[in-house]
């Protein structure tokens, strides 16, 4: 069983920064794919961002070249660096864990076997 436990939520300020945080829990966490989604009001969760056990990267064509996900094996955590943020990122954030195995390149939810609670993101304008 993997857990997920999500910090780091806020109201930053258009243009400016905040990571969110993942703290796991599990024996198998190294070898799992981690991905963060968000899902603002009346809309499909979506994905963000992954990383995978090796330390390949993919991102959402709407955050490239502003959001960077890391992942510390050694502290079982996984962050979402946000940075030049605008008031169309907010929505909840939430962290989620893929098992060997599953498709999670199609980057859809359902290939992610456990999830955070989410946390709030509001970017103020």
């Known amino acids: 069983q993997v857990q997920l436990v999500e910090s780091g939520g806020g109201l930053p300020q258009a243009g400016g920064s905040l990571t969110v945080s993942c703290a796991a829990s599990g024996r198998a966490f190294t070898s799992y794919v981690m991905a963060w989604f968000r899902q603002a009001p009346g809309k499909e969760r979506e994905f963000v961002a992954a990383?995978?056990?090796?330390?390949?990267?993919y991102y959402a064509d709407s955050v490239k070249g502003r959001f960077t996900i890391s992942r510390d094996n050694a502290k079982n955590t996984v962050s979402l660096q946000m940075a030049n943020l605008k008031p169309e990122d907010t929505a909840v954030y939430y962290c989620a864990a893929g098992r060997p195995g599953s498709m999670w390149y199609n980057q859809q939810p359902a290939s992610f076997d456990y999830w955070g609670q989410g946390t709030q993101v509001t970017v103020s304008s």
């Open positions: 990383i995978t056990w090796g330390g390949g990267c």
